[in-house]
């Protein structure tokens, strides 16, 4: 973690450095490490275009977002970041700590009233938990909560709650596994969802070849028989064969 990043660590930036910076948070909320002309062209078209006013935080211009003042964020997280993002928040949406939004997401927290189009339907509003990775164009209906550390694929319709650590995909979403929780430390914490896909469905290819290439070839027992011979065992008490023949 930069000092940037820690309130805690002394500011070693240059003065131009924290100029840029205090340009950036004037323009936008949350752009930091944004190029300085990336936030004043997306703040100009936003001005020009009186596209998203509300958003405090950066928007891609091809993204859209209505009612950003009922949208609580937590750390880390800008949605519509990405482009072609659509975002709803008639009834609010919770999105918790680094949640991770690909293009062409769609969050839609309330629908029309069949009778009526003019109006829309109440519900709950959408809970999205910390950590979780919503794929490309995800569709994330009314009234749904995902849990933490939740990966939703790429073009999943997710018309209902999940749990912390499912992988769902599908329309509609269904789970397909659920991962792990995260290793304390030791060997294999870098590896993350890879092996924790691994050890959910059994162990993936590479797993088992890196195994196979750690032990080597099987080795064969003194009492083994050679590869392409067949025939009865040998004679034994306990055995069903008799020189061959069968009792």
């Not at 009922?70 to 880390?76: M, P």
Request: charged letters at 25%.
């Amino acid at each position: 973690m930069s000092s940037y990043d820690d309130p805690a660590s002394p500011d070693t930036r240059s003065w131009k450095r924290r100029l840029r910076d205090r340009v950036r948070d004037r323009l936008f909320r949350r752009a930091r490490r944004m190029p300085l002309r990336q936030v004043a062209m997306w703040k100009l078209w936003q001005w020009l275009s009186a596209s998203n006013p509300g958003a405090w935080w950066p928007v891609h211009p091809s993204s859209v977002i209505i009612h950003p003042e009922r949208i609580k964020l937590g750390e880390g997280s800008r949605p519509g970041y990405s482009a072609a993002c659509y975002i709803q928040a008639n009834n609010g949406i919770e999105i918790g700590d680094r949640v991770g939004i690909a293009a062409g997401v769609s969050i839609i927290s309330a629908n029309h009233d069949p009778y009526n189009m003019r109006e829309h339907i109440d519900a709950p509003p959408i809970k999205i938990g910390n950590f979780c990775w919503l794929g490309t164009r995800a569709v994330i209906l009314p009234g749904v909560e995902l849990g933490e550390h939740v990966v939703v694929g790429a073009g999943a319709v997710v018309t209902k709650s999940f749990p912390d650590r499912a992988v769902v995909a599908g329309v509609p979403a269904k789970v397909i596994y659920y991962l792990k929780e995260e290793p304390d430390g030791g060997a294999g914490e870098s590896a993350g969802g890879i092996e924790r896909a691994g050890e959910a469905g059994g162990p993936t290819a590479a797993g088992r070849a890196a195994q196979q290439e750690s032990s080597g070839p099987p080795a064969e027992d003194e009492g083994s028989v050679e590869k392409g011979e067949t025939g009865p065992p040998a004679d034994d008490e306990d055995s069903g064969y008799v020189d061959g023949e069968e009792r």
